[in-house]
């Protein structure tokens, strides 16, 4: 199984970013697929959730201004990321879940948000 992350870099303020996760090696399209991210000193939260139906989820800090996205026959989720703080600086991880299955996680790709 692989989750690869790309698409991270330095963003000023106000700034957009589009996260894509490429998965492999498991049945896509019946995983929760998550977005989570970890910034220096804190524990990981999670950003955003995609359900295989399709229903998402955002949390209070990024709603609004983060979406995600799902295309099932590219095995890709995405998370789009306008109106950049500076406290969206992390490292974001892709996450694919479900019970019975398996838990995977991708290497993280790193988002800066400086001017």
């Known amino acids: 199984v692989q989750l690869v992350e790309s698409g991270g870099g330095l963003v000023q303020p106000g700034g957009s970013l589009r996260l894509s996760c490429a998965a492999s090696?498991?049945?896509?399209?019946?995983?929760?697929m998550d977005w989570y991210r970890q910034a220096p000193g804190k524990e990981r939260e999670l950003v955003a959730a995609i359900t295989r139906g399709g229903s998402t989820y955002a949390a209070d800090s990024v709603k609004g201004r983060f979406t995600i996205s799902r295309d099932n026959a590219n095995n890709t989720v995405y998370l789009q990321m306008n109106s950049l703080k500076p406290e969206d600086t992390a490292v974001y991880y892709c996450?694919?879940?479900?019970?019975?299955?398996?838990?995977?996680w991708g290497q993280g790709t790193q988002v800066t948000v400086s001017s």
């Open positions: 090696g498991i049945i896509f399209s019946v995983y929760t």
């Open positions: 996450n694919a879940i479900r019970e019975g299955l398996g838990n995977y």
